[in-house]
């Protein structure tokens, strides 16, 4: 904690007001250190080992507040300890909150207003400005503007211990173009590829679908949070999709069947436009036959040979009226689907609490270096992009 500087007059006046003789028991004051110079950083305290090797969680009742700096610190009791990283990409600082006292409830140890936790995560492999050079293994033309790119890291060691959770995204490059990001749509468990969907909107997606299979790009990942879904063990979970918002669904969805043992009824809404729009439609109807997985398909209007659902995802939302008790709706799609999609499931009774959807907004560098994705104090790829509900409303208008 910096200490308050004391100006030359009121030194003087100090000295003034003070008796003429002082006892000679009076204890001698402290050695002032050299006042800093304008405009100079102030120097970080090395942090000792056991600071070092502090784990990314952050304890109960931590708060967390931006730096100016791009270091990771913790801030314990007034002194600044500086906490090495092997991923200078934390833009935030943990406030340390003091111990609860015994018998206080979690909620009350945590304290009202505190943000989040940030929960242990994979970390990017490498270094995290250097896109991992690999090479595309199969191109899927899913719609008329989105493709899929399964892509194989070149170093044999980076694909055999790459990891990341669902809802982590990556940084996808074409060499020349530039690099964007798209969720990672494979489940963790699949080893043998990383798949993206893109959907083409730019010059750098124009440019990712002009590859072809054997190709090289580039990929820094993973990047980002995850869903979080071992707090769902137990629950219901509603999936609502939407056109390309079907990625980040499939990613975890595919996971939680992958372990249906540890929660309740799974369920899938998937709409687009037309049936010519819905990605993964060679997977459509293994979803359908699927004895572990309730899913419904619609499209916005009448289409020949349709035989599922017709009308506006909210609408259909309403009519399948899922219970909300002991239930979590994840939803993700374009953001005029999330808007009305939302009031929907407000009308159906469910808490901010337990709808989550995810964000990608105006994600750049993907560490919190740029700043491009801010929104009021937090950074949608280091604190993103999954949020839910409730923590999106504490945000500032900007979505």
């Known amino acids: 904690m910096a200490t308050k500087k004391t100006s030359g007059k009121a030194k003087t006046a100090t000295k003034a007001a003070a008796p003429k003789a002082a006892p000679k028991t009076a204890p001698k004051k402290a050695p002032r250190e050299a006042a800093p110079k304008k405009d100079a950083k102030p120097k970080a305290a090395a942090a000792p080992a056991a600071a070092q090797a502090v784990s990314p969680a952050v304890r109960p009742g931590a708060e967390l507040v931006k730096h100016e700096e791009h270091a990771p610190v913790i801030r314990e009791e007034g002194e600044l300890t500086v906490r090495e990283s092997a991923v200078p990409a934390t ?41 991992m050079p690999a090479t595309v293994a199969e191109v899927i033309q899913e719609t008329g503007n989105i493709k899929t790119l399964r892509v194989i890291l070149d170093n044999p060691e980076d694909m055999k211990s790459f990891t990341h959770e669902p809802g982590q995204v990556g940084q996808l490059s074409v060499f020349g173009a530039g690099e964007a990001t798209f969720v ?53 979970i509603f999936f609502v999709g939407g056109g390309i918002g ?22 899938l809404l998937y709409g687009a436009r037309t049936p010519r729009d819905m990605a993964y439609s060679y997977e459509l109807e293994d979803w359908l036959r699927r004895p572990d997985l309730d899913c419904t398909l619609c499209i916005d209007a009448p289409f020949e040979g349709w035989e599922h659902k017709v009308g506006l995802i909210p609408n259909v939302l309403l009519e399948l009226n899922p219970d909300p008790t002991n239930c979590v709706a994840v939803l993700c799609g374009p953001p005029i689907m999330i808007k009305f999609t939302v009031q929907a499931l407000q009308k159906l009774n469910f808490a901010p609490e337990n709808i989550v959807t995810t964000l ?15 929104i009021g104090g937090r950074y949608v790829c280091v604190d993103g992009p999954v949020f839910t509900w409730k923590e999106l409303q504490e945000l500032p208008p900007e979505l």
């Open 184 to 236: 990672i749509n494979s489940p963790p468990s699949m080893k043998d590829y990383l798949q993206f969907s893109v959907m083409q909107a730019g010059e750098v997606t124009a440019a990712i679908h002009r590859v072809s299979p054997g190709d090289k790009v580039g990929v820094r990942a993973p990047l980002g949070n995850f869903f979080p879904y071992n707090d769902w063990k137990g629950k219901n």
């Open 91 to 131: 833009v935030e600082t943990i406030v340390a909150a003091p111990a609860p006292k015994a018998g206080a409830s979690k909620s009350a140890a945590r304290g009202e207003g505190m943000l989040r936790e940030i929960s242990p995560r994979p970390k990017p492999q490498g270094n995290p400005y250097k896109p």
């Open 246 to 267: 079907m990625a980040p669904i499939r990613t975890i969805m595919l996971h939680l069947l992958e372990h249906k043992a540890d929660y309740g009824k799974i369920s």
């Open 360 to 374: 990608e907004k105006r994600m750049k560098c993907g560490i919190g270096i740029c700043g491009r994705c801010n």
